[in-house]
């Protein structure tokens, strides 16, 4: 599907407030955390404070097009058809969102085929959605985060501005994997970091252990909602 719109600016810098809390986070979380990890996390929190009120996304016109790109997460899974969190959100938003989620997809394979779906669905906003599946195998944290950073680069030098949604890594206590504060911090994208980890928490929102049912893909949805408003996109 090729869709013709008008193309948006890439995504601007991490909020202040952001900036703050995912600097403390880092420190806080890792009492052996490197010299150079801290200056990057006091350098977003410096940099990150001089316009606490610049948005993060550019505003999306009414006719836009909103790409969900990632695994199963964003395909679904766990609910009947057409109840994924991108279906619900272009009705909360009232744009265009296009579901381009691929069950079982690890991010390198995600890497391979985002620049091919670009070019279909030339969107202004793109939701990125992955790693999970990477987290669920083990794979080198390392790799993951170049591969996100990878995918996010490749949208921003198409024009297309970022949203980055973090995902939980496998334990007792689920909290966002620190690779997505990594790769927001480091490539200054929006990162909603919250929901996923608290809706898989959450008994009553999920099918599975690693799959939302309709009620959380719909919470899921709300959060990107506020995210983007929050941001600057609505």
């Not at 006091?42 to 999306?60: E, H, K």
């Amino acid at each position: 599907m090729s869709v013709p719109v008008r193309r948006a600016s890439a995504a601007a810098a991490i909020d202040g407030p952001t900036a703050r809390r995912l600097a403390s986070r880092r420190w806080a979380g890792n009492p052996r955390q490197t010299p150079g990890a801290l200056l990057l996390a006091l350098f977003a929190l410096l940099s990150g404070g001089c316009d606490d009120s610049a948005p993060t996304l550019p505003r999306l016109a009414t006719d836009a097009v909103v790409l969900a790109f990632g695994d199963s997460l964003t395909r679904g899974t766990g609910a009947p058809r057409g109840a994924g969190y991108p279906e619900v959100l272009a009705r909360l938003i009232d744009r265009q969102v296009v579901n381009a989620g691929v069950p079982g997809e690890i991010s390198a394979d995600g890497r391979r085929r985002l620049g091919g779906v670009l070019d279909r669905v030339v969107p202004d906003l793109l939701i990125l959605c992955h790693g999970g599946n990477d987290l669920l195998r083990r794979h080198p944290p390392a790799a993951t985060r170049d591969n996100l950073a990878a995918m996010i680069a490749l949208a921003r030098e198409r024009g297309i501005a970022v949203l980055l949604l973090g995902v939980p890594a496998p334990g007792l206590v689920l909290d966002t994997a620190a690779l997505y504060h990594d790769v927001a911090m480091t490539t200054a994208t929006p990162l909603e970091d919250t929901a996923i980890a608290e809706i898989l928490g959450t008994a009553e929102w999920k099918a599975d252990p690693v799959h939302p049912n309709a009620t959380g893909y719909r919470v899921l949805a709300e959060r990107v909602r506020a995210a983007l408003a929050a941001h600057g996109a609505l």
